[in-house]
């Protein structure tokens, strides 16, 4: 380590909050920005169990820490300690950053911005696209609003759990102005046509995540075809099996690597005021996960 990292009573502290947390890539992809720019700061990970979210959040405040990243199971959870939100953040009623600015404790929801980032990184805009996300969880809320936001020309939302997707149509209608969501079951004639007709294909699922990862596609091969974008927010491993079948199908693929890098770009660039070295967080991602 370099005498211009080494860690000093005058070093600056950001984490991610998570429970588990030890299998977060996020200080090695962040910690490699803040060595790229130079600053005096570290990024760190806290196991936050459930029941002490409360704390760790005033924490932030206590220790003086930069800023947080939040991930499962506590976005939710911490929006009630915070002291203001941004607007997705209170659209969605999710936070997965949180910057500490003079002991105000402002939450931002940076997954949806990070998935768009991911998209325009493979020329891909969502405007006046049709778009159909698979999963109605947390990450397919952000994905929701921010690609309803965006002007997209329809969205379907597909779950197992028809009610599921149609709470979620029901919020974005609500927080985005606009109700041409369609919520459908993910089986059946209409849920194939909607992602056959769809421009734009997010998986925002747990299916084919590591260890699991030798199982069926969240939507059957020939539902997808030639010229559509096909995004699974899976990242480990890179290539899912949806992202296979989409190959295979003639599909421009977008991995989950993407919008990682993107969401925690963006907070990095809350925290610091910096431009966030994306390339250099991108490498060291992809070299966490080979590793």
Not at 23 to 51: C, F, I, K, T, W
Not at 159 to 187: F, H, Q, Y
């Amino acid at each position: 380590m370099s005498e211009a990292w080494a860690i000093t009573g005058k070093t600056d502290v950001a984490a991610v909050y998570g429970w588990p947390v030890a299998h977060s890539l996020s200080p090695p992809m962040q910690n490699a920005a803040l060595r790229e720019l130079g600053l005096d700061m570290v990024y760190v990970a806290y196991a936050v169990p459930r029941h002490a979210i409360e704390a760790a959040v005033m924490a932030i405040r206590a220790l003086g820490l930069v800023g947080v990243n939040v991930t499962i199971p506590h976005k939710h959870a911490v929006v009630e300690y915070l002291d203001e939100l941004d607007d997705m953040a209170e659209a969605i009623n999710a936070v997965n950053t949180i910057h500490n600015e003079d002991g105000v404790l402002r939450g931002y929801n940076t997954d949806g911005p990070g998935l768009l980032r991911s998209l325009a990184d493979a020329g891909v805009t969502v405007a006046g696209k049709r778009v159909a996300i698979l999963g109605a969880g947390g990450s397919a809320t952000a994905v929701a609003m921010a690609v309803a936001r965006s002007r997209a020309e329809a969205v379907a939302i597909l779950n197992r759990t028809p009610e599921k997707a149609e709470s979620l149509a029901e919020l974005v209608c609500e927080k985005a102005g606009r109700c041409d969501i369609g919520p459908l079951p993910i089986e059946g004639e209409e849920a194939r046509a909607a992602v056959e007709a769809a421009d734009i294909v997010v998986d925002c699922t747990s299916v084919g995540m590591h260890p699991r990862h030798d199982v069926a596609p969240a939507v059957p091969e020939e539902w997808l075809r030639a010229g559509q974008v096909v995004c699974d927010l899976t990242y480990n491993p890179r290539e899912t099996v949806l992202l296979k079948a989409a190959a295979r199908r003639g599909a421009t693929v977008v991995d989950g690597t993407g919008m990682l890098v993107h969401q925690g770009a963006i907070a990095l660039e809350l925290w610091t005021g910096k431009t966030a070295p994306v390339e250099t967080m991108r490498k060291a991602l992809l070299a966490a996960l080979k590793s």
